[in-house]
């Protein structure tokens, strides 16, 4: 079993910074495929981002491509969502998403095959 926490969120002005971690614990973190999805009020789940385990191959969504980086620290079991120039429409609930992978450069667009997930943490972006 793995056990996700995200951290980092929080209400920011348009064009503003925020930097994301998700501490993941209980699991071989290194052959954990990672990433990021968001749900705004009213919309369903997206994708935002993912990284395999290695680090060695991510994937952006082309709404936040040029905006947002995903990176991992093995030796601390976190993996990070670099968030710059946010909008508006950035606001949502960010959740970190986490499944075991065969191969190092997997990563995961959709949320369906991720079976362990946090508890989500706020992003708000003011206008």
């Known amino acids: 079993h793995v056990q996700l926490v995200e951290s980092g969120g929080g209400l920011v002005q348009a064009g503003g910074s925020l930097r994301l971690s998700c501490a993941a614990s209980g699991r071989t973190f290194s052959r954990l495929g990672m990433g990021w999805f968001r749900q705004a009020p009213g919309k369903e789940r997206e994708f935002v981002a993912a990284?395999?385990?290695?680090?060695?191959?991510?994937s952006y969504s082309d709404s936040v491509k040029g905006r947002f980086t995903i990176s991992r620290d093995n030796a601390k079991n976190t993996v990070y969502l670099q968030m710059i120039s946010l909008k508006p429409e950035d606001t949502a609930v960010y959740y970190c998403?986490?499944?075991?992978?065969?191969?190092?450069?997997?990563?995961?667009?959709?949320?369906?095959?991720?079976?362990?997930w946090g508890q989500g943490t706020q992003v708000t972006v003011s206008s």
């Open positions: 990284i395999s385990w290695s680090g060695g191959r991510t």
């Open positions: 998403a986490a499944k075991i992978m065969i191969s190092s450069d997997s990563v995961l667009t959709d949320p369906s095959p991720y079976p362990y």
